[in-house]
């Protein structure tokens, strides 16, 4: 299932590119008899569309906030394009099915790819596939012009960085509608026992989920600095979606000021150790995105 959808995300991504190519394959193939000029024309799209399907894939992974309205633009028209020409090569190959279907195949496929070998100016499958090689060609000029590859190298570059890293060390005066989220998660997290004062509660736990982007981690990282005078310990982790656990617990013991000597212990020694340095203290842990 998980192939599946992982190939109509491509699919949608690349248009109709991953099909085209193989039909393309087809025809190139020697019981269709094409002359050799259209052959070559073909073997040349073909490598450039290949070349345009990656980049297509390339764009895809990057948020289209990330891309300029020339790249986009490109990668729209490119997959237009796509459907366009199997279009057209379905035509071929639907002509060649029903010769084959209806017992003429061998004389009707002649008729109709000798076609190719004509030196008549006006011969329609001929300046169809060299119009196709035109669009190729102008579709592969403006992917250069317009630095569609160069654009995505960048984007990924910035990227990579962690996202949750800028939101650790961000400024909340820099944040809009950030305190009444905050103050509502601090409520929830209080009662009437104690008297306000969260440090004096039971165990709670508060969850924060939504969509990547949100602001998750920016809004628990705002609660966790809110509430810095009233719990010793206080530690703030990032964790991923499948995060290294004995990494996650030698992040924990860092934060608590014992980081360098947890190098060389196993998960269980980590687990022990955090044990031991949190009993009888009141502590606030935040995990970033998990």
Partial sequence: MQTKMSNRV????????????????????EEYNLEIGAKTDIEYFSDELLEMQLALCKVSEVQRDNLN????????????????????VDGFLVHIEHASNTGFFMGLMQ???????????????????????????????????????????????????????????????????????????IKW?????????VSKKQLKIVSIVGFGGLGKTTLAKAVYDKLQSQFYPMVFVPVGRNPNVKKVFEAILHELGYGFNALNLNEMQLINKIRELLQNKRRFFAAGYI
């Fill in 189 to 197: 997290l209080s009662d009437k026992e104690g008297g306000g004062d």
């Fill in 111 to 185: 008729n109709m790819f000798n076609l190719f070998k004509w030196g008549k100016t006006h011969n329609p499958i001929r300046d169809t596939i060299k119009d196709i090689k035109k669009q190729v060609k102008d579709a592969a000029d403006r992917r250069r012009k317009c630095k569609v590859d160069e654009v995505v190298a960048n984007v990924a570059v910035v990227t990579t960085i962690d996202p949750r890293i800028s939101a650790i060390y961000k400024d909340q005066k820099e944040l809009v509608g950030i305190k009444e989220p905050r103050n509502e998660l």
């Fill in 10 to 29: 491509v699919d949608l991504a690349t248009g109709a590119m991953g099909s085209l190519l193989y039909k393309l394959g087809d025809l190139l193939k």
């Fill in 69 to 88: 309205d020339q790249v986009i633009h490109w990668a729209n028209n490119v997959r237009d394009m796509s459907y366009d020409i199997e279009d057209v």
